[in-house]
Nanobody
């Protein structure tokens, strides 16, 4: 079982920015599609952005134009730059392959948007 390690969350005011990072072992990273997911209490985990090994990206409508996913294949790291944060972005954020692999879920990193 491999766990991914997310970091970079925190408390931010509406309109603010955060950059999330996810470190992954090379064996599960380099050739796979990687994504950022988020979950709030009582809701299903949602895929908000993904990036292919070639760098093609896709986003859920609610974050388009505000979030940017990127990856550093040499460092086996995937990032999520989040700008213009809204209250509704408050969630526990996780990274995983796409489709997600159950055994890869890490502990996530908490993003709280509050004034």
């Amino acid at each position: 079982q491999v766990q991914l390690v997310e970091s970079g969350g925190g408390l931010v005011q509406p309109g603010g920015s955060l950059r999330l990072s996810c470190a992954a072992p090379g064996s599960i990273f380099s050739i796979y599609v990687m994504g950022w997911y988020r979950q709030t209490p009582g809701k299903q985990r949602e895929l908000v952005a993904f990036i292919t090994s070639e760098g093609r990206t896709n986003y859920v409508d609610s974050v388009k134009g505000r979030f940017t996913i990127s990856r550093d294949n040499a460092e086996n790291t995937v990032y999520l730059q989040m700008n213009s944060l809204k209250f509704d972005d408050t969630a526990l954020y996780y990274c995983n392959r796409v489709p997600a692999v159950h055994g890869y879920w890490g502990k996530g990193t908490l993003v709280t948007v509050s004034s």
